[in-house]
Nanobody
Framework: QVQLVESGGDSVQSGGSLRLSCVVS????????IGWFRQAAPGKKREGVA??????????YYADSVKGRFTISLDSDKNTLFLQMSSLKPEDAAMYYC???????????WGQGTQVSVTS
C-alpha cells in the first residue's frame, strides 16, 4: 500500500518562501505521476498545482497561477517529492496535498495534507 506523508506547511508572510516535502513509501516499482494539489477551504475545489512524472523526473506540469514561483522536484533516492514555493501570495494559502497515480486523471493515493497560511 502506497503511503504519502507531507510536511513543511507553515504560516509565512506574503512574499516569503516555503518548501513542502512528501515522503513516499510502499511503492513496489514502476513509474507514476506524483504531484501537489491544494484546497483553499473545506468544500472548495481541489486544484492541481504541480505534477511530475517519475520516469526521468523531467516531465512536469504547473498551474498557471504558480508558474515561475513554484518548483516541483523529486529525489528518487530518498523517495521524496518537494515543492519549493517562493513569492507567496495570500491566495496561495491552502491545505496542500501530495498525490500519486498511474496517469494524470487517476490519482489513487493521497496524503493527509499540510497547511500553508500566507499573511499579508
Amino acid at each position: 500500500q502506497v503511503q504519502l506523508v507531507e510536511s513543511g506547511g507553515d504560516s509565512v508572510q506574503s512574499g516569503g518562501s516555503l518548501r513542502l516535502s512528501c515522503v513516499v513509501s510502499g511503492h513496489t516499482g514502476g513509474s507514476y505521476y506524483i504531484g501537489w494539489f491544494r484546497q483553499a477551504a473545506p468544500g472548495k475545489k481541489r486544484e492541481g498545482v504541480a505534477v511530475i512524472w517519475t520516469a526521468g523526473g523531467t516531465t512536469t506540469y504547473y498551474a498557471d497561477s504558480v508558474k515561475g514561483r513554484f518548483t516541483i522536484s523529486l529525489d528518487s533516492d530518498k523517495n521524496t517529492l518537494f515543492l519549493q514555493m517562493s513569492s507567496l501570495k495570500p491566495e496561495d494559502a491552502a491545505m496542500y496535498y501530495c498525490a500519486a497515480g498511474p496517469c494524470m486523471r487517476a490519482w489513487d493515493y493521497w496524503g493527509q495534507g499540510t497547511q500553508v497560511s500566507v499573511t499579508s
